[in-house]
């Protein structure tokens, strides 16, 4: 019998091997890569290693609707990444622990083989238990009742993430606070990263890469900080950030796992810096005050085009549209007053001296508004009073914030770390060297002529 086993452990993979001698056993790093493989006859059985905890329930599903749906799964769960079951759509699975019941495994393949067989032959009985289809249907309308509940629960919930993730990217200022996105599911680690950074930047969470992009796409980072636990899933899941665009300028800070490591060179991120998650996490509070802010200069940006928007001559022509309708309510007027009869000409005299007054008083107020338009159009048209304004705009609201980041950023230490990385790219060792060779050579040489003298 063929078992296809999916893990990227190492060490698993061969204690598998040894549990079930007996089986001839398959193995693949992913989902994604079961896919790929040519299997003649298919597989009998399904063995998933889960360390990767949440992030593997959705490479379990694509597995399953692409490729592997009539075979049970035995899923290895971590005690410390669990899995929720109710997200897994395999029908016939059992999930054990990794750690503790892996000397089950033979056991457990023996039952969930022969479950397999018994719904097999179970299958064709199924049509003729048509008697019992309306049981089927009330019992289907209660489960359909509180599955809408619970998904109604769930919207509510992602509507309220949405929403407090709009008013966190509206409410964004002008301070010099970075803003973070934290990648983790790992929850000691994420307490952690929040000691040491919660002070120098504003966080956000998620637990994987594809929360991230549906809750907070829309929004800019300074920095992500991304926890590559899950080995060559946290690969693709760097990959999918970086290629929404609102995320390619973050500076991108990767938390290497020392048994499950990436390949760095891989990964299409112009920005990135990579740490160890283990003894490397008192490095992190450095490297976020040393990181760029894109979200503060992207502030400046709209306050600039906001300032530029508000002078603007749309007002002026409309002005002018509307002028002309003024003088077509003055004809009927006219036209009255010539057409009148004789008897009713003392009446009527009185309206058309009205209109005779009316009319003054339009066309003074049409020589007021051409002068004012004239002005208007003058005043907006002048690109120096444009520059002022723009500039004392400018020198209000953006210089003093420019300064408290370059005041923040130009410490001793920053310039001195800054000189170290100049000379340490510029020179190279063989350089250095050769500098203090020169300058100590004299030196040498001058206390040992002295020595010899005496």
Known sequence: MKILLVTFDKQMENKVRELLKGYQIISAKNGEEALLLNIDGGVDLVIYDALAGGIAE????????????????????????????????PKLKQIISREVDINKLPEIVNEMLSKKESVSEEKPSEAAETEEIPKEETLSWEKMSKLEETSQEE???????????LESSKTANLSAKKRCLLVSFDIPLVEKIEDLIKDKCEIVKARSAK???????????????????????????????????????????????????????????????????ESELNLLPEIVEKAPSITASKVLEELVHQEKEKISVPETVEEKEELPKKEETFEPVKEESVFQPTEDKIVKEVPVEVAKTE?????????????????VSQATISEDEIEKI?????????????????????????????????????????????????????????????????
């Open 58 to 89: 959705d490479d379990i599903n694509r597995l399953y609707d692409e490729g592997f749906k009539e075979v049970p799964y035995i899923i290895l769960m971590d005690d410390l990444f669990p899995i929720e079951p109710s997200n897994l759509k």
């Open 155 to 165: 919207k509510k919930e992602e509507i309220s993430i949405k929403t407090t993730a």
């Open 211 to 277: 929360q991230a992009l549906k809750n907070f796409k829309d929004q800019i980072f300074d920095i992500i900080i991304f926890d590559t636990i899950s080995g060559v899933f946290a690969e693709k899941g760097v990959k999918d950030l970086y290629n929404n665009d609102n995320f390619k300028d973050s500076l991108y800070i990767i938390l290497l796992d020392e048994f499950m490591p990436i390949d760095i060179e891989k990964l299409p991120v112009k920005n990135l810096r990579a740490i160890k998650r």
């Open 359 to 375: 009319v003054e008083k339009e066309t003074l107020k049409e020589e007021n508004t051409k002068e004012r338009i004239e002005g």
């Open 390 to 454: 723009v500039e004392s705009k400018l020198n209000e609201r953006v210089v003093p914030l420019i300064e408290d980041l370059i005041n923040s950023k130009l410490n001793d230490n920053y310039i001195k770390t800054l000189i170290a990385e100049i000379i340490t790219d510029k020179l190279g060792e063989e350089v250095i060297k050769e500098i203090i060779r020169e300058i100590a050579e004299p030196l040498v040489k001058e206390v040992l002529d002295s020595l010899l003298s005496d």
